[in-house]
């Protein structure tokens, strides 16, 4: 009997979609896009649509802890991801879990707000997070409004913040890498940098901008960047795959409500298809 291959095992916690175009529903297709198995720890529910979120109700963080160590007993994982978490309960949790595998890869995606600007993060949770995440993350995935609210104190003009000046400031919360992503940016083109611990520019990629308004891209970019972790590229070259693949597939979204487009995960496999491959 031939051996049995296990693909890498990327564990994702994050709150569920019912759209299926962000969260944890747009994790877990990214994530076995790219080749990976999830695993899959549920932090909060919501009521959404591509629209908008309008309601969150947060899983108790007993539960969430548990849903963890059970698989993380049962399976070896080979990176974390990490998305919106739902209180400060479950960032205090899933901290202390996530504190028992330090060699493991963690990709950290702030999630502070929906696309539309319903409020997803509270001060009380964003202090949670650079007090008791940050430190633990190996790539952090701000786009530039989330990198300027993470570090913003009493004394900032936000807006004035340059980007590397917050990068900086993330790093010095703990984090090894920040990729600060421009897709918020007045430019005619999205400019993502990929900041080391130094504070140095590690990487920056340029991407044409596409038209539209995107639901779940954030979720889409930190997970691909967990997956090729998991593949086992180094941090500046799994960067770079999963931006790439990103970008795919937001240029192949589609808009199958009223709201925003979704990004299409499963882009290469209609690629195949449409050329003629196997179905």
Known sequence: MPPVH???????????????????QADLLTICALGCHPLAVVTAITVQDTAG?????????????????????????????????????????????????????????????SGRGDELANENMISALRELLLPQTTVLTP????????????????????????????????CEYVLITGTHEQSPHVINTLYGSDGDVVRTDTWERLPGSYHGSGCTLASAI?????????????????QEYTWQALAAAFRPGMGQYIPDRFFWAREVNEGGGKT
Not at 8 to 14: E, S
Not at 68 to 96: C, Q, W
Not at 155 to 163: P, S
Not at 226 to 242: K, S
């Open 6 to 24: 296990i693909p890498p095992i990327v564990l994702t916690f994050a709150a569920t979609d019912p759209t299926s175009g962000a969260g944890m």
């Open 53 to 113: 979120v309008e309601g969150v109700t947060a899983i108790d963080s007993d539960w969430v802890s548990e849903q963890a160590r059970l698989v993380l007993e049962d399976m070896p994982v080979a990176a974390f991801k990490i998305g919106m978490l739902g209180s400060v309960e479950n960032i205090a949790a899933v901290a202390e879990v996530v504190s028992d595998y330090p060699d493991i890869p963690l990709v950290l995606d702030p999630v502070l707000a």
């Open 143 to 174: 786009n530039s409004a989330e990198a300027r609210r993470l570090v913003q104190d009493d004394a900032d003009e936000t807006e004035d913040l340059q980007l590397q000046t917050c990068a900086q400031r993330l790093l010095g919360f703990g």
């Open 226 to 242: 967990a997956a090729t972790l998991a593949n086992g590229l180094e941090v500046a070259e799994a960067v770079r795959e999963a």
